[in-house]
């Protein structure tokens, strides 16, 4: 018996049974949503009660939409385990059950569906046979066998690599039907666990991450719905790249942002070199010691009139409290604290005098005008702008923060952090987005960071250690899926160890996995890529691809855009003619006889042929690759050779490299 069975080769009676079983499991979703769409928030018995209970029912609605273009499902295991579960099931990408509540589809995150996955010849899972199906657009035309309870070897499934191949347009797609065992360890490690991808380019790390995103949202819904999952990425673009992804798989209440989402879209232009330093980790305490500098020492107690008497608390009392309270507790709740611990000891003296004050009376102490001018005078309120500013404008306060915080920032790193020319006030100060980290940690020392239940951090190794420390605030309480590249990094800060990475993160205890065997790329185009790594990554290994894709490179001198452009709309698929920044219009108007776009920094657009700044093609993928003069690439910024690598690495079909300028030495060695 041949390892796999394609449907010209069986009865076609068989294959039209599964597309029937298909129509049956499409009119049960949709009896399924008809029937969400009927239920009625009214039952609540309050107004807020009603909203909570109608924006779950919208939710529930929106998770049970049909994508006619999408596969309901894309397998069929048929077991012998011998346990009460039914013999045959289908998985596919959200469970569905018909009107006497008999499942049709089984959700790929439940436990059975785990053998579709994991189950081998050598270890079956109790399943005789495994059915992977073929389809064009929502039809289901085709499908093969791999007899798993036989033993043997079962050689590569044809449907399987047309489904990693598929030519693609529009935004990034889900992986459910093609996940492979590496992966599949990965999206199912437990809630509790913190993960670290290391990923070579086409290893499907990205997609790993939002798969285990959705898997730990089926696993663990009460709990998560609670705390929160959050999806973090490079730029807006990525973001609205892989934005189907979670809904196609039901999960329409992820919030995804960016790094300047979350702690604050700054963008005053910075010296690499400065914000080197602001990123660095050693940071952290200078900022600390400078908001505590702004408490000082108490030299008047308290007098607090009330009627005849004038009850007193003496100045080292005064002092005995604020030093109680500094450093044990966040700046803000340690100020409120004092306003409390002044007013009772003024209730104390009451009760001395005779009197019976309640706590009405110690909450109207710790608001009156004695008690506020002095927790004003001793513990000032500040907002995180405020101490940043005086950090960055006044040397003398920086000296005594980094001696207050015993820093080994040097001399000349602090010369680097002040400005050169200061701003009026810290109202009209423009801001750095890694000023944004150092802003977002002071806040903290205020008042504390709300945690997540799971935070997924994509393209990690380009963030400095201080916006690390700023998410690591975001899942203190839970956990992390941190994905990246290390000879990808291309920003001045970017790590060379996931150790640091997690232990910046907080997250110490994660553990770090690697993918090296890639899907998407071509062999010849990774391996051409690969003769950057030496320069950039030398410590890792080079990737591998699946996918030999003899012809999939073309090197030219003086080639022209536009023809390349042309041979490219030819074909099947997405083209990214991806250029230097400063060759955005020069390109465009090379291609103006062509119907183009310019990828916008803020959204992914869905044209067919796209002309992408290097700066964005970070994460972002397409068929054929048009890439313009390497060079400038490599020139325009102090990590260039990594950001070849990263332009090199984002064909899944084809790369055209054209170029006047000499190419870098590494890919003509």
Same mark, same amino acid.
Request: aromatic share 4%.
């Given at each position: 018996?041949?390892?796999h ?9 068989v294959?039209?049974?599964e ?51 999408? +596969? ?10 011998g ?12 469970h ?7 499942p ?25 046979r ?5 389809y ?5 035309? !085709? ?17 399987l ?5 598929? &030519? ?23 809630? *509790? ?13 990205? *997609? ?6 959705? #898997? ?15 999806i ?35 963008a ?8 080197a ?31 005849? #008497? ?25 100020r *409120? ?13 009451? /009760? ?17 005008? +004695? ?8 513990w000032?309120?500040?907002? &995180? ?23 080994d920032?040097?001399?000349? /790193? ?26 977002d ?50 920003? &001045? ?5 996931w ?6 993160l ?31 990554a &030398? ?5 591998r ?24 709309l030819a ?10 920044d ?34 964005? !093609?970070?994460?972002?993928? #397409? ?5 313009? /003069? ?5 020139? !325009? ?7 070849? #690598? ?24």
């Amino acid at each position: 018996m041949p390892a796999h069975q394609l449907a010209p080769d069986i009865p076609t009676d068989v294959l039209a049974a599964e597309q029937a079983h298909l129509a049956e499991s499409r009119a049960a979703l949709k009896a399924m949503r008809a029937h969400a769409q009927s239920l009625s928030a009214d039952a609540a018995g309050d107004w807020v009660s009603q909203q909570i209970l109608q924006s779950l029912l919208d939710q529930r609605v929106a998770a049970l939409a049909d994508h006619p273009d999408t +596969p309901l499902f894309f397998g069929r295991l048929d077991r012998a385990a011998g346990d009460d579960l039914p013999g045959t099931i289908y998985v596919g990408r959200r469970h569905v059950h018909d009107g006497g509540s008999k499942p049709l589809v089984i959700d790929w995150r439940a436990p059975v569906s785990r053998a579709f996955y994991q189950a081998s010849p050598a270890d079956p899972m109790g399943v005789v046979r495994r059915r992977r199906f073929g389809y064009h657009g929502g039809a289901l035309t !085709a499908f093969e066998d791999e007899p798993l309870g036989e033993g043997g070897e079962i050689g590569p499934s044809k449907i399987l690599t047309e489904e990693i191949e598929r &030519p693609r347009t529009g935004p990034m797609r889900d992986i459910v039907a093609t996940i492979q065992p590496d992966q599949d360890e990965i999206v199912r490690a437990t809630l *509790a666990q913190t993960v670290c991808v290391q990923g070579a380019p086409g290893t499907g790390k990205t *997609a790993v991450g939002l798969h285990r995103a959705a #898997y730990l949202l089926f696993t663990h819904r009460e709990r998560l719905a609670r705390s929160g999952v959050m999806i973090v990425g490079p730029n807006r673009a990525f973001l609205s790249y892989i934005s189907s992804v979670l809904p196609a798989l039901g999960e329409v209440k992820v919030d995804q942002t960016t790094v300047a989402g979350l702690l604050g879209d700054h963008a005053a232009p910075e010296d690499p070199l400065v914000a080197a330093v602001k990123g660095d980790a050693r940071m952290a305490p200078v900022l600390e010691a400078a908001l505590w500098l702004h408490i000082v020492k108490p030299e008047d107690g308290l007098v607090f009139t009330k009627g005849a #008497y004038r009850h007193r608390v003496a100045d080292y009392e005064v002092r005995e409290i604020v030093a109680s309270l500094r450093g044990t507790t966040r700046y803000n709740p340690g100020r *409120a604290a004092l306003a409390q611990r002044l007013a009772h000891m003024v209730l104390v003296r009451m /009760e001395q005098r005779g009197e019976s004050p309640d706590d009405r009376v110690q909450d109207a102490v710790a608001r009156s005008k +004695p008690v506020k001018q002095l927790v004003d005078a001793v513990w000032p309120k500040l907002t &995180p702008e405020q101490v940043l500013f005086r950090l960055l404008s006044d040397p003398g306060f920086l000296g005594r923060a980094v001696k207050a915080a015993k820093s080994d920032l040097s001399p000349e /790193e602090q010369e680097l952090l002040i400005w050169r020319k200061p701003y009026r006030s810290w109202k009209s100060a423009k801001w750095s987005a890694a000023d944004a980290a150092l802003l977002d940690e002071l806040g903290d020392l205020m008042e504390r960071t709300p945690s997540l239940g799971h935070l997924v951090v994509d393209e990690a190794q380009d963030l400095s250690e201080m916006q690390l420390r700023a998410l690591g605030r975001r899942c203190r309480n839970g956990s992390a899926t941190v994905l990246g590249d290390l000879a990808q990094g291309t920003t &001045p800060w970017s790590t060379t160890s996931w150790e640091s990475v997690l232990r910046h993160l907080g997250q110490g205890e994660g553990e770090v996995t690697e993918l090296t065997l890639g899907f998407r790329v071509p062999r010849e185009v990774l391996d051409y890529a690969a003769r950057l790594l030496p320069s950039i990554a &030398p410590a890792l290994a080079a990737p591998r691809s699946l996918r030999p894709g003899l012809g999939s490179l073309t090197v030219s001198e003086g080639g022209s855009v536009a023809r390349a452009a042309e041979e490219a709309l030819a074909k099947e698929g997405s083209i990214g003619v991806i250029v230097p920044d400063a060759l955005i219009d020069e390109v465009s108007r090379a291609l103006a006889e062509l119907p183009h776009a310019v990828l916008d920094p803020d959204a992914a657009q869905e044209h067919r042929l796209l002309i992408v700044p290097a700066t964005l !093609a970070k994460g972002l993928e #397409y068929d054929h690759v048009i890439v313009v /003069e390497p060079a400038d690439i490599v020139a !325009a910024e102090p990590r260039g050779l990594a950001r070849l #690598y990263v332009v090199l690495t984002r064909a899944v079909t084809s790369l055209t490299v054209l170029h006047d300028k000499a190419l870098p030495a590494q890919l003509t060695a």
